[in-house]
């Protein structure tokens, strides 16, 4: 498999709800991804880790959006008071540490889990 | 900033005929490019990947896509289409930040 597992695979929430999402990576893969895809469109980033630093949170939609990784391998991504248009699934991808040169780090592939569907009612 | 382009959401081919998935991307500098499948209730699985030491890629079963700085294009092909090529396919880009920027997605069905 890809070497990610996400749990819960499905999560039914009632709008405002809180919610947890756990992604856990392979151990030794550094940087581990969060995208969100809702339903008939293509993923789209949410935030990045290289270990436990949150290196980019640009894609987090509000600050009810919060994630974390504290021990550098498993992550949570929590959604406080859940609103209806943060039904989709939440992916979560880790990306292959290690490389030949500085090029091929950055052509690095992501593999991605199962993924979350969250629907909000 | 980068973005793709799929163009046709919904591609519809005969068993045994050519598939032709297409994608244009736009980046001011030299992108890196994915091609990914995503089947029903999973996550995505990594067709191929062109990161400028090739313009033809070739990838897992029996997929490929040939980059064309020209034309900006990287258009995903096969042969022959097999009913398990039945699935939403994912054209997406990176320059080295990272982070993947992913086009719409189109749905490849495939008739018998």
């Known amino acids: 498999g890809a070497g990610v597992s996400q749990s819960p695979r499905y999560k039914v929430a009632k709008r405002g709800q809180d919610v947890a999402l756990r992604c856990d990576p392979i151990?030794?893969?550094?940087?581990l991804f969060w995208y969100q895809q809702a339903l008939g469109q293509g993923p789209e980033f949410l935030t990045y880790?290289?270990?436990?630093?949150?290196?980019?949170k640009s894609g987090l939609p509000s600050d009810r959006f919060f994630a974390e990784r504290p021990e550098g391998s498993v992550s949570t991504l929590k959604i406080q008071r859940t609103q209806q248009e943060d039904s989709a699934v939440y992916l979560c991808?880790?990306?292959?540490?290690?490389?030949?040169?500085?090029?091929?780090?950055?052509?690095?592939?992501?593999?991605f889990g199962p993924g979350t569907r969250l629907t909000v009612t | 900033a980068q973005s793709v382009t799929q163009l046709g959401s919904h591609v519809s081919v005969s068993e045994g005929a050519l598939v032709l998935l297409r994608c244009n991307y736009s980046?001011?500098?030299?992108?890196?490019l994915f091609w990914y499948v995503q089947y029903p209730n999973q996550g995505l699985q990594l067709l191929l990947k062109?990161?400028?030491?090739?313009?033809l890629v070739k990838g897992i079963n029996g997929f490929e896509a040939e980059f064309k700085k020209s034309e900006t294009s990287f258009h995903l092909t096969k042969p022959s289409a097999h009913m398990s090529d039945a699935a939403e396919y994912f054209c997406?880009?990176?320059?080295?930040?990272?982070?993947?920027?992913f086009g719409q997605g189109t749905r490849l069905t495939i008739n018998p």
């Open positions: 151990s030794g893969h550094v940087s």
């Open positions: 991808a880790r990306m292959i540490a290690g490389a030949l040169s500085s090029e091929v780090l950055w052509a690095s592939e992501q593999y």
């Open positions: 980046s001011s500098v030299p992108p890196y």
């Open positions: 880790f290289q270990n436990e630093a949150q290196l980019d």
């Open positions: 062109y990161t400028s030491a090739a313009t």
């Open positions: 997406a880009v990176t320059r080295g930040a990272q982070k993947l920027v």
